[in-house]
Every structure is written in structure tokens, then in C-alpha cells.
């Protein structure tokens, strides 16, 4: 079972940037579509970004051309660069999975304030 790990959350102003890390456990992290999700106060949990295993990404309307998801298998690490941040950005980020998900970890807060 991979664990997941992520950092790199805190407080911004609009229009500030942050980068989150995911570390992942597990020696087969590599084969892994991988994913940021956030969770807002008082809503579902979205996907905003994944990248697959050869590296090709994707990313929801909301965040594209802002965010920028990579990842380093050599360090079972996933990323996520934050730019432009905008209030409604604020949320708790999480990273997993995308085909099928391990357990979640802790999260990370991001805050934008106005």
C-alpha cells in the first residue's frame, strides 16, 4: 500500500504562488497516474490536475494555465506549482491515485487571501 505525504501548503495573497510536494511511499509509484485533488470548505473533493505515468498531464478549467503538476519518480514525489493564486483557490490539496485510490493523506492548506 502506498502512503502519501504532502507539504508545501500556508497562507498567500492573491496572485502569489506556492509549490506542494507529495511523497509517496512504495517502490512502484512510477506506474501510478497520479493526482492533486482539494477539498473547499462545504464541498465535494474535485480533481484539479494528474499526470500519468509518461508524464502527460491534464488539468481542470479552473486552474489551467496557472497550475503546473510534474512529478520525479527517482524521488516518489509528486508537485504542483501554484501561480496567480485567487481566493477561490483556497482549499485543503491532497494528492493520489486517479485510476484507483490509496488511502488519503492529511492534506495540505492552501489560503488565498484577497
Known amino acids: 500500500q502506498v502512503q502519501l505525504v504532502e507539504s508545501g501548503g500556508g497562507l498567500v495573497q492573491a496572485g502569489g504562488s506556492l509549490r506542494l510536494s507529495c511523497a509517496a511511499s512504495g517502490s512502484r509509484f512510477s506506474i501510478y497516474a497520479m493526482g492533486w485533488y482539494r477539498q473547499a470548505p462545504g464541498k465535494q473533493r474535485e480533481l484539479v490536475a494528474h499526470?500519468?505515468?509518461?508524464?502527460?498531464?491534464n488539468y481542470a478549467d479552473s486552474v489551467k494555465g496557472r497550475f503546473t503538476i510534474s512529478r520525479d519518480n527517482a524521488k516518489n514525489t509528486v508537485y504542483l506549482q501554484m501561480n496567480s493564486l485567487k481566493p477561490e483557490d483556497t482549499a485543503v490539496y491532497y494528492c493520489?491515485?486517479?485510476?484507483?485510490?490509496?488511502?488519503w493523506g492529511k492534506g495540505t492548506l492552501v489560503t488565498v487571501s484577497s
Open positions: 499526470i500519468t505515468s509518461g508524464g502527460s498531464t
Open positions: 493520489n491515485a486517479v485510476v484507483r485510490t490509496f488511502d
